[in-house]
């Protein structure tokens, strides 16, 4: 075999790799067409929202009610991916967004849509969230064949995320040009048979451990103290809370950037998003490609202050080729962050604790975003969007900064661990 062949195919083999196993790759297939969906629902939502009212603060708000039960809920979700049989509560998570997106499209096609029905529908997909988020990081470690592939399945599931991103957005930006919002929420609301086929298709071996069978609000506290404990978790979580406070809200914006900024329409917005997505995607291929968890504590660290830069230069953008050159960089840096902590919290996690800490996880990254969105939102109004992404560029890189001064602590409390999960 020519030996740049040989070279592209060993490459790709490292990427897809736990597409091997038979479930993960029906996962993979069915998610990957629903999320697209999902995207182009969130972009409508978005864009409808601020046709409706003109408000960046309405931006902020929509946003935060649909995100705030993942902060208060999250930790009920990772007890109930701990205690009760995953895919039966993904199949329920799946129909009850189904019918949410339906009622979306009929209230927008008929034309009777109002800026209070989207607050009051948008905390529907928080409540979903807050369950969904524990549920389906803890399904995947149970149907990757092995274990030398979580990496590889936890970017692979990054990568199926960003490249909905990436489609769903750009698709959602034409549709709303060419057809209105209402026809991005019916197709969103096809997209869920997709998911939930594969869901069914599957062919699942009783869990060899046993289920968790203690009360609500015990194991809550039990995983907290868990949490907080062990140096590495607390510190990886406080500071994922952190950056998605300060900065992780910056795409609520991009509806007023682009058109009170930019100047420009929903076809506009469609290429702002897709071009974060594209960066995204791109971290998510980066990260297929290692074989080990080893050194991620510096890719967080590298991560995060690209996102802070990458936000600085996009509050001063001349022009649109630099805002998309800057939310390209941004959305790297974000999902860089974001995998990278994820992948870091599945490695070092116990495993009958791991719905638990992922819903701590939910809590400090998604969780904390609709606070995030009411102060961007509201800063936004106050100085203007150009001063809140500015100002959002700087705590970002003060928080990395901070990490960075405790990284050495967080390192050598991790190699024990390592070292007892053979990795080093």
């Given at each position: 075999m020519d030996p740049l062949a040989e070279t592209l195919s060993n490459t790709l083999y490292r990427m897809g790799r736990a597409l091997g196993g038979r479930n993960y790759r029906l996962f993979f297939t069915g998610q990957a067409i629903s999320l697209v969906g999902i995207w182009m629902q969130q972009i409508a939502v978005s864009w409808l929202v601020y046709r409706l009212s003109g408000s960046p603060f309405m931006l902020g708000f929509v946003a935060f009610t649909g995100q705030l039960p993942v902060f208060f809920l999250s930790s009920v979700g990772g007890v109930i991916a701990d205690r009760w049989e995953k895919r039966r509560v993904l199949l329920t998570i799946?129909?009850?967004?189904?019918?949410?997106?339906?009622?979306?499209?009929?209230?927008?096609?008929?034309g009777v849509i109002k800026i209070w029905h989207l607050v009051v529908l948008s905390?529907?997909?928080?409540?979903?969230?807050?369950?969904?988020?524990?549920?389906?990081?803890?399904?995947?470690?149970?149907i990757v064949e092995r274990r030398e592939d979580l990496v590889n399945a936890i970017a692979l599931n990054?990568?199926?995320?960003?490249?909905?991103?990436?489609?769903?957005?750009?698709?959602?930006?034409?549709?709303?040009?060419?057809?209105?919002?209402?026809?991005?929420?019916?197709?969103n609301g096809l997209g869920f048979f997709a998911a939930m086929s594969s869901l069914l298709r599957m062919r699942l071996a009783k869990?060899?451990?046993?289920?968790?069978?203690?009360?609500?609000?015990q194991g809550i506290s039990e995983g907290l103290r868990y949490a907080f404990h062990f140096l590495p978790i607390r510190y990886l979580v406080i500071f994922a809370a952190f950056t998605h406070f300060t900065a992780g809200a910056f795409p609520v914006l991009m509806p007023a950037f682009t058109k009170d900024v930019l100047h420009?329409?929903?076809?506009?917005?469609?290429?702002?998003?897709?071009?974060?997505?594209?960066?995204?995607?791109?971290?998510?291929?980066?990260?297929?490609?290692?074989?080990?968890?080893?050194?991620?504590?510096?890719?967080?660290?590298?991560?995060?202050?690209?996102?802070?830069?990458?936000?600085?230069?996009?509050?001063?953008?001349?022009?649109?080729?630099?805002?998309?050159?800057?939310?390209?960089?941004?959305?790297?840096?974000?999902?860089?962050?974001?995998?990278?902590?994820?992948?870091?919290?599945?490695?070092?996690?116990?495993?009958?604790?791991?719905?638990?800490?992922?819903?701590?996880?939910?809590?400090?990254?998604?969780?904390?975003?609709?606070?995030?969105?009411?102060?961007?939102?509201?800063?936004?109004?106050?100085?203007?969007?150009?001063?809140?992404?500015?100002?959002?560029?700087?705590?970002?890189?003060?928080?990395?900064?901070?990490?960075?001064?405790?990284?050495?602590?967080?390192?050598?409390?991790i190699k024990p661990v390592y070292e007892r999960l053979g990795i080093i």
């Open positions: 799946q129909t009850i967004s189904m019918i949410h997106a339906f009622v979306l499209a009929i209230l927008t096609l008929t905390i529907v997909p928080g409540f979903l969230q807050a369950v969904d988020i524990p549920t389906r990081q803890a399904f995947v470690i149970e990054s990568f199926m995320f960003n490249s909905a991103r990436l489609i769903g957005p750009s698709l959602g930006g034409v549709l709303i040009d060419k057809t209105g919002e209402g026809i991005c929420f019916l197709i869990s060899r451990r046993e289920r968790l069978h203690i009360p609500l609000f420009g329409g929903p076809r506009t917005l469609g290429l702002i998003m897709a071009a974060s997505a594209l960066g995204a995607t791109i971290s998510s291929l980066y990260l297929a490609m290692r074989s080990s968890v080893v050194g991620l504590g510096k890719v967080i660290i590298f991560s995060t202050s690209l996102f802070g830069v990458a936000l600085l230069v996009l509050s001063i953008s001349p022009s649109l080729f630099v805002a998309l050159l800057s939310v390209f960089f941004a959305g790297l840096g974000m999902m860089l962050h974001l995998t990278s902590t994820n992948t870091l919290l599945q490695t070092i996690v116990e495993e009958d604790k791991r719905g638990r800490i992922m819903s701590l996880f939910a809590m400090s990254s998604l969780g904390v975003l609709p606070f995030g969105s009411l102060f961007a939102g509201s800063l936004g109004s106050a100085i203007g969007i150009r001063g809140t992404i500015f100002v959002q560029g700087i705590l970002c890189l003060c928080g990395s900064a901070a990490f960075l001064s405790r990284h050495k602590e967080i390192r050598r409390a």
